[in-house]
């Protein structure tokens, strides 16, 4: 049976999740579509009335996307692939994305690769895109999303105080504490894709994948139907391969702008070592308790690394 050509990378932000799409972004015949169902999530929450309310600095955010889609705009042609419009031109409804995602691929691709975190179609799954698709996920440990997601916020706040002062627990999180999300969407998306489209959708552990590298990548192409290249253990550190990505780009510049993503942008593999499991300050317990149970069930389904 032919492997569907559509690829779903999902996962929680500070996973891992950028540097592994850059590398599948250099694979052979593949296209990349960025967090398309982003654009809609943000659309939602800006023009949510209580979002301002909730985290004035939100405004910044919001202000920030602008100021990156006008730059792109004075560039026009940098984005060779697609930029679907966050603020105008369109509201990016699901119908609107999905349309874009069913179409054919552009001609000499094979694969079309979909990044996108798992909180973004969550409560939404009668909205993705019809036809065959291959779903697949990549877990982090939660202590380690936790201090990233610290990390993140810190820089999207100013924060200079003291790090282990900085409460990320329910409600100070601007992106993922809102009533229209469920707990661990992750989990909650994975359950649905058992359920409903595949029996063993492909897990990925981000600790595997720094860890043994060549094992996971090579499983995880066998697995998708990519033919496995060694070349595809490395790439080139430009971030240009960016301007050939399809998506509401806008939000791919602003993370770059605010650091979110620098290094992933910049890399030329998977950085090995993960290192022991860190312990939690107090302020990140709270956080990474909503995502122990969904990891521990599926890290259970992972592929396995040959050596662990």
């Known amino acids: 049976m032919e492997q569907p050509k559509r690829i779903f990378l999902w996962s929680n932000m500070r996973s891992m999740s950028t540097v592994f799409a850059k590398g599948l972004a250099h694979m052979d015949g593949v296209i990349m579509w960025k967090h398309p169902y982003m654009g809609n999530y943000f659309n939602r929450i800006f023009r949510n009335p209580t979002t301002f309310e909730k985290f004035p600095g939100m405004r910044t955010v919001l202000d920030e996307i602008k100021g990156s889609a006008a730059s792109i705009d004075t560039v026009k042609d940098q984005y060779e692939g697609g930029n679907l419009r966050l603020q105008r031109d369109h509201p990016l409804t699901f119908e609107y994305i999905n349309e874009q995602l069913e179409k054919p691929l552009p001609e000499g691709k094979k694969f079309m690769f979909v990044k996108e975190h798992a909180f973004a179609i969550d409560g939404h799954y009668d909205k993705l895109p019809e036809g065959p698709s291959k779903h697949t996920f990549i877990i982090r440990h939660p202590n380690r999303l936790a201090l990233s997601a610290r990390k993140t916020l810190i820089r999207l706040y100013q924060y200079e105080g003291n790090p282990d002062e900085f409460d990320i627990g329910p409600g100070t999180n601007p992106l993922l504490e809102w009533d229209m999300l469920s707990k661990d969407p992750i989990y909650r998306l994975w359950n649905y894709v058992r359920e409903n489209l595949e029996p ?16 996971v990548m090579r499983k995880y192409c066998e697995a998708v139907g990519i033919p496995w290249k060694e070349k595809y253990l490395s790439w080139p550190a430009s971030d240009e391969y960016t301007k050939y990505f399809y998506g509401a780009m ?20 998977i950085r090995p070592g993960a290192g022991e499991i860190p312990t939690l300050p107090k302020c990140c317990e709270e956080f990474a308790d909503e995502f122990r149970e969904g990891y521990r069930v599926m890290y259970e389904h992972r592929i396995k690394p040959d050596r662990v």
């Not at 063993?200 to 060549?214: E, F, G």
């Open 200 to 215: 063993n959708p492909v897990v990925i552990d981000a600790d595997d994948l720094q860890n043994h590298t060549s094992d």
């Open 250 to 269: 806008e939000q791919v510049v602003w993370a770059k702008k605010v650091g979110m993503i620098t290094s992933a942008s910049v890399s030329t593999h």
